[in-house]
């Protein structure tokens, strides 16, 4: 059986790594990001790999009215989506969302407000359709407000209580919600990072867990699967120590 697939954020590096995985399978693409010149390499990437079909879209997760248009045409060359993954996102600077209001209320939007915009334009299409897998990137900087990227965490911890919500709602039309939620992962965003190695995937591992959540209609995906157990220890530290910690 052939899957279509839409990708918001498809030149993102883990969603490009989910879309290659996809092409094992017979799949059909419909790939959105808002640089036309990179998306066109994704898509020529996939077809080199035996993409049944590629359409390509260019808008900026920002502009909401674009992403209606989106949805409405990815329905109408797709028929019918699959699985569709919500996978753009920035790494804000919050030493400058301190200082900057008009930067921090941007990054917010960029990697909370726009990817609740997407799911909940995608939310009718699906529960029109009545099948489908929705599914959403987040982060288990979502978990627990850090010091240290606390306006990215909160942005995070946003579109998880709605794709939460969202679940409950979807279930009973017949459409499956995943977030998925990774660690550190080695990929443009975290590039200039000083990561701990043995902390940080690869994005073709993510999506492979992507794939298989997908498959399995698991409802929250920690990727790779050790940071569930690190992040219910995070959270369980009180906040007396927390506060006083770098962590
Ligand atoms: N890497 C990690 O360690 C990590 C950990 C946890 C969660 N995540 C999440 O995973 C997802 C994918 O990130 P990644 O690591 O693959 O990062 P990445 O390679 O840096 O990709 C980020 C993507 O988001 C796109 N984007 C940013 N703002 C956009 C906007 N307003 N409209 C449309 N596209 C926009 C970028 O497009 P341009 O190329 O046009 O800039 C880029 O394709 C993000 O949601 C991120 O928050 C990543």
């Given at each position: 059986m052939s899957l279509n697939i839409l990708i918001l954020g498809a030149t993102s590096g883990i969603a490009q790594a989910v879309g290659r995985r996809y092409t094992r399978e017979q799949a059909s693409f419909f790939l959105v990001a808002r640089d036309q010149v990179k998306l066109d390499m994704v898509a020529a990437d996939l077809r080199g790999r035996g993409a049944l079909a590629v359409h390509t879209f260019a808008a900026d997760a920002l502009d909401y009215a674009a992403l209606d248009t989106m949805c409405a045409t990815a329905w109408n060359a797709?028929?019918?989506?699959?699985v569709a993954l919500i996978a753009h996102g920035t790494l804000p600077d919050q030493d400058r969302t301190q200082v900057d209001l008009d930067y921090a209320i941007h990054e917010f939007r960029a990697n909370g407000e726009s990817a609740i915009a997407a799911m909940g334009l995608m939310a009718r299409r699906f529960e029109e359709q009545g099948r489908g897998v929705l599914a959403v990137i987040g982060s288990v900087a979502g978990d627990r407000g850090r010091g240290s990227n606390y306006l990215y965490g909160a942005a995070k911890a946003a579109l998880d209580a709605y794709a939460s919500g969202l679940r409950a709602r979807m279930f009973k039309a017949g459409v499956h919600v995943l977030t998925i939620k990774p660690g550190f992962v080695a990929t443009p965003m975290t590039a200039n990072l000083d990561l701990p190695a043995r902390l940080t995937a690869q994005p073709e591992r993510v999506a492979e867990d992507i794939v298989r959540a997908v498959a399995r209609r698991k409802d929250v995906l920690y990727t790779p699967g050790f940071w569930r157990l690190i992040m219910t220890v995070i959270k369980l530290v009180p906040n007396a120590i927390f506060k006083r910690s770098n962590l």
């Amino acid at each position: 059986m052939s899957l279509n697939i839409l990708i918001l954020g498809a030149t993102s590096g883990i969603a490009q790594a989910v879309g290659r995985r996809y092409t094992r399978e017979q799949a059909s693409f419909f790939l959105v990001a808002r640089d036309q010149v990179k998306l066109d390499m994704v898509a020529a990437d996939l077809r080199g790999r035996g993409a049944l079909a590629v359409h390509t879209f260019a808008a900026d997760a920002l502009d909401y009215a674009a992403l209606d248009t989106m949805c409405a045409t990815a329905w109408n060359a797709l028929q019918t989506v699959d699985v569709a993954l919500i996978a753009h996102g920035t790494l804000p600077d919050q030493d400058r969302t301190q200082v900057d209001l008009d930067y921090a209320i941007h990054e917010f939007r960029a990697n909370g407000e726009s990817a609740i915009a997407a799911m909940g334009l995608m939310a009718r299409r699906f529960e029109e359709q009545g099948r489908g897998v929705l599914a959403v990137i987040g982060s288990v900087a979502g978990d627990r407000g850090r010091g240290s990227n606390y306006l990215y965490g909160a942005a995070k911890a946003a579109l998880d209580a709605y794709a939460s919500g969202l679940r409950a709602r979807m279930f009973k039309a017949g459409v499956h919600v995943l977030t998925i939620k990774p660690g550190f992962v080695a990929t443009p965003m975290t590039a200039n990072l000083d990561l701990p190695a043995r902390l940080t995937a690869q994005p073709e591992r993510v999506a492979e867990d992507i794939v298989r959540a997908v498959a399995r209609r698991k409802d929250v995906l920690y990727t790779p699967g050790f940071w569930r157990l690190i992040m219910t220890v995070i959270k369980l530290v009180p906040n007396a120590i927390f506060k006083r910690s770098n962590l």
